[in-house]
């Protein structure tokens, strides 16, 4: 029908209804939002709505007006229709008429972008497939020494404590353990770097380094490495702050090759040949030139070739290594054996003795055992104790002993009296025995060596003021002699004028005397003393005499003893001097005058 046409009314209700139908329909296929073309009638004249007007679809109908006579639909591309043909689009908000009859087009909008991706979980990331509408998703993947995570969309991972990824590959995870790695120390190419004699180290995560064999790092600042070496210098002898005397070998101290006592000084003997002295000095008998009266640190002795040294009331001597023997000193009873009645405050060779291998000092006198196995003595003579065939009262030279035949191997002198072990175990003594030190069961001075009686088998002696001990064979002790505070160590008061079993020791490997108290060396290095104790000699902490062995304080050890006067000292196992007892004159070498109960080490 064309556009224009004018029909009756009856046709033009029925086409009013035919165009609402169509409507009707057109509604129910667009939804709510649909664009229609309706004809309106005013009066008599058909009026043209245009095609592009949007009107509410559930509405539509009402824009048709049937009071009319007549109708037109204006539908320009279809003139052969009464109703414009309307595509709808359903996933358009309206009704998208095309240009041409006939064309519907879709447009659709993408949900997500094709390969983007994001996190939903710190473990979890969701990716966008290619359609743009479906999703897949992913969960991160943990790994060597780490948990998996998701960062901005990507998979990746973190390591644990103290484990780092340092080859740049992620997918082994973190492979390298920071807390001990030189290379990545603490984080990943953090590369600890060498230092003098030192292997670089990690530690916890923090950069060090551990010193070679031998070496130490002694300043307190890391950066230089370890600039010390532990097996010479004395200052850190094995170790950073354990300090020699005198030298260190190998990374042990050993200073002392043999350590003496005098009345009120001490000396020592050291491993380079050297000696140092300390204590009283009024008679020069500390050996560095000089007589002041005392001193609170050792003094350097001019001697080079030491190996064994002893000391008298008031001066001392010493055996070198090409077996001379030097003395220094008061001399006023020729104990210096020079020849002369004139003290020296440094060493002087006593006369016509050569290859000596021990020398031992008395009060006044001493004694030197030739390679020979013979024995010299010179000095004081008041009651023979020089054990020669004449009978000075005093001698500036050595005199040789009677009872030649006797093959002595080692001497021993107290006060005016002299002992010695014979190689067949028998020990001998002269001179002196108002105390029955000479061990014969009488208290009658004897100027010739003379048996000790009733002692057995004997491996060592050390004679006292006017006791002696015998070490014998088997470890067990014996004593004779002066008892007043029971240096005898039997448990009474009463002088022995024959040797009496020591209690308490059964296992000794030394023994040493002093004026009034002695002690032992038990297997094991524990020091035991026993006697006068009233300036703390015995080492137990107190002031009481002991009439029996009493263990030294505070676990100490030792492998050599010098005792003399009222005072102690002692070689330690760790290669150190200590001293105790009475301190008047510095003899203890502590820095002090205090006496000390108890072990002190020498400090100078």
Known sequence: ????????????????????????????????????????????????????????????????????????????????????EVAVDPADSAFDVPDHPGDSRADITATCTPGASECIDTRIRQVCALDGVTFRTEICADRANAAGICTAGECSFRCA?????????????CETALRGSTTHCGRCRNTCAAAANATPSCNAGACGFTCDAGFGDCDGNAANGCEVDLLTD?????????????????????????????????CAALVDGTARCWGANAAGQLGDGTMSTSTLRARAVALSSAREIVGGALFTCARTSAGTVSCWGANDNGQLGDGTYVGRATPDVVREVGNSIGVAAGLDHACSLGADHQIVCWGYNPSGGLGAATAPLRSPVPLAVVNASAVFTQVTAGFYFTCALTSTGVVQCWGSNSNGQVGDGTMIDRRAPTNVDGLPVAARVAAGAYHVCALLEGGRVACWGHNEAGAIGDGTLVARSRPVLVTGIEDAESVAAGDYHTCAIRRGGEVMCWGFNDHGQIGDGTTTNRLSPVTVSGSFRATALALRGRHTCALGVDGRLYCWGDNTSGELGDGTRSDRGIPTRVAW
């Open 161 to 173: 404590a103290n484990f780092g990824d340092c080859d740049d590959a992620v997918v082994n995870g």
């Open 1 to 84: 029908m064309d556009a224009n046409s004018v029909v009756d009314g009856t046709a033009s209700s029925d086409a009013a209804f035919d165009s609402r139908t169509t409507l009707e329909d057109a509604s129910e296929d667009a939804g709510d939002a649909t664009l229609v073309v309706v004809a309106d009638v005013v009066g008599d004249m058909p009026v043209a709505i245009d095609a592009t007007t949007a009107v509410d679809a559930t509405t539509a109908v009402d824009a048709v007006d049937v009071t009319a006579e007549t109708a037109v639909v204006d539908a320009p591309d279809a003139a052969a229709d009464g109703v414009a």
């Open 234 to 266: 004395a200052r850190r002898c094995g170790a950073c702050g354990a300090t020699c005397l005198i030298a260190c070998g190998a990374g042990s101290c050993v200073d002392f090759q043999a350590i003496g006592a005098g009345d009120h000084h001490h």
